[in-house]
């Protein structure tokens, strides 16, 4: 880590997301990011501590949403992280201008400063394997390289984008020639034989100098507001101007010097569904995970039951997910979680805000 | 009904029962007699509304249990039956008890009363069909039969008692010559097809006086206490020592003057379990009924909702009886609920006794 010091390393890690996979438990204003499913604390909270011991404390940003003000700010002081260090967003945009914010703000206070752009709803249970891949990673970082950590498939999943890579000649460095949308079984069955193609973890690691030309060249009408304006006053006034665009698709893909950091045995998941929580959990016998409550079980299997207050009693059961809370009950089917979005949207139609 | 008067007709509503079949509705103190399933009144209620307008009010009896006296005495206020007319058993002794001993205060106001004993959790749809049956079976009880209604089979059901009958030479009478209990598949679907066997309903017609004679010679142990004592705090004392039996098996089966009435077509349901329930719901497209609460279902079939005051959201489930309560949820197969007694089991084990 010759050419790499400390002071230069910066953390952004995005925790404006406000998903609906984890309904009932998660609600508007208690996304998955403030949930602890598999963890003592909070998935933003394991992230944050995650960097921590790496990167200094007040080098650590939070981009999040003003509706979750409270529990970022109990977050960030938890962890002493400065809460001048919150970039408040006024809206959801996806992930573009919140990362080209945060580079500028990083720019201005440090022109050599190198970023780690972290989703604060994953699990990535092995801290220090984690730790060397993003050694790695900031040391082609600052060959220049849009670095993208690439997680080494274990199973032909089609709910992720694969990013196709290809070993560049004379030197240990994987090029992205390719990203690739959610595949169909058949694509994704190939994608894991070949073994040139990664998850898309959606985890960056670069240069603030560098993804700002970057965005300058790909993403002008994000980059131009930002370069004259980012006091929370000012971008407040042109936010809703943005367009809502993702890294991914508004830089990554269309530059020619991204570059991937695969990662193995680090633990990592995205926790993105119910089915998703169940696998990563430790289970009993019948493949049934508790996460809480009270629960008696007869001729039940390969359940995950989270429970409140009241006493869960199961009954010749397969394959269900139970979440139980104060004013929604959700029983499905573990591998139809996909249809939560339904509920909530019928939810939404009915007014029934209280309950999404 | 030339023979039949009414001042001597009387019900006997056997009331005691304390089943766990609809927990967690269901409860000690609140057993399914009480529960309005699939009516707008009371199991209870019903059977009382019943047999008003064919037997007098004050003709009516309830044996009941002390335990629900609040509720009991609730039912026969509304339904117009005086608070004497209920006779409060000290503890549940079955069937046999309680019949002999409404059969002889019955019969120390009347001694050519005629005694209709009936379940109160059974469901009958059809008044004026069951009102038929239940006077040709007054008429043969005037002729000293002991009469059983029985309902004509529908199906191979494994989980009644089934009467063999045979019709006496030059009558229309039906003699029942065999009790069958609960028999096999095969055995059921051999009943179904002879046509001379019916389900034993547990609903029962006969003379005060000839039932009390049955008593005398098959159970002088229930019987002789009785004979002397009738009296509240009289009963009281014995009633401890006298053995827990039903009157089928103490009376019904070992006498030889016993006549069945086959009921057709009055719709009738013991409700014995939350699939009997289900089956006499009515039903919508996905053959769902929800009985009550607020509930969002996305590829839902089958199954049978009670809920309370959450909102219940079901996803890719099929064949469940979910059924959450201030307390408990129970989500089960809806054609394992037999298992159910297992898990109140268990919470008695656990002393959750406020749960059961």
């Given at each position: 880590m010759s050419t790499i010091n400390k002071k230069n390393l910066f953390a952004v890690i995005l925790a404006g997301g406000s998903g609906t996979r984890f309904w009932p438990l998660s609600r508007g204003h208690n996304p998955k990011q403030f949930l602890s499913l598999a963890t003592?604390?909070?998935?933003?909270?394991?992230?944050?501590?995650?960097?921590?011991?790496?990167?200094?404390?007040?080098?650590?940003?939070?981009?999040?949403?003003?509706?979750?003000?409270?529990?970022?700010?109990?977050?960030?002081?938890?962890?002493?992280?400065?809460?001048?260090?919150?970039?408040?967003?006024?809206?959801?945009?996806?992930t573009a201008p919140a990362v080209c914010w945060a580079a500028q703000v990083i720019y201005q206070r440090n022109p050599q400063a190198l970023l780690a752009v972290l989703p604060s709803d994953h699990l990535i249970l092995k801290k220090n394997a984690f730790h060397?891949?993003?050694?790695?990673?900031?040391?082609?970082?600052?060959?220049?390289?849009?670095?993208?950590l690439g997680i080494v498939p274990t199973r032909p999943d089609t709910g992720y984008g694969y990013l196709n890579i290809q070993k560049a000649k004379r030197s240990q460095i994987y090029k992205v020639v390719r990203f690739v949308e959610k595949p169909d079984l058949k694509k994704a069955q190939e994608f894991l034989k070949?073994?040139?193609?990664?998850?898309?973890?959606?985890?960056?690691?670069?240069?603030?100098?560098?993804?700002?030309?970057?965005?300058?060249?790909?993403?002008?009408?994000?980059?131009?507001?930002?370069?004259?304006?980012?006091?929370?006053?000012q971008v407040r006034k042109f936010w809703k101007t943005l367009p809502s665009i993702s890294v991914d698709y508004g830089i990554m893909e269309k530059s020619r010097r991204v570059a991937a950091v695969p990662a193995q045995d680090i633990g990592w998941s995205d926790v993105g569904s119910w089915q998703a929580l169940w696998e990563?959990?430790?289970?009993?016998?019948?493949?049934?995970?508790?996460?809480?409550?009270?629960?008696?079980?007869?001729?039940?299997?390969?359940?995950?039951?989270?429970?409140?207050k009241r006493l869960i009693a199961t009954i010749g059961i397969d394959n269900l997910v139970i979440v139980d809370t104060e004013d929604a009950l959700l029983i499905c089917r573990k591998d139809q979680s996909q249809d939560i979005k339904t509920i909530v949207n019928r939810l939404k139609e009915k007014k029934l805000t209280r309950l999404v």
């Open positions: 003592r604390s909070s998935l933003l909270s394991e992230t944050i501590s995650r960097v921590q011991g790496f990167i200094p404390k007040d080098q650590i940003i939070l981009v999040a949403s003003h509706k979750h003000r409270k529990k970022v700010l109990a977050e960030a002081k938890k962890a002493g992280v400065p809460s001048m260090n919150v970039l408040w967003e006024p809206s959801g945009k996806n060397k891949i993003l050694m790695r990673a900031f040391e082609l970082a600052v060959q220049d390289y849009l670095v993208t070949k073994k040139t193609y990664l998850w898309n973890s959606g985890m960056f690691i670069w240069k603030a100098a560098v993804v700002l030309e970057e965005f300058k060249q790909h993403l002008p009408e994000v980059y131009k507001p930002f370069a004259w304006a980012r006091s929370v006053s990563i959990l430790k289970k009993g016998k019948q493949q049934n995970s508790v996460i809480r409550g009270a629960v008696l079980s007869e001729k039940t299997s390969n359940s995950l039951i989270l429970g409140s």
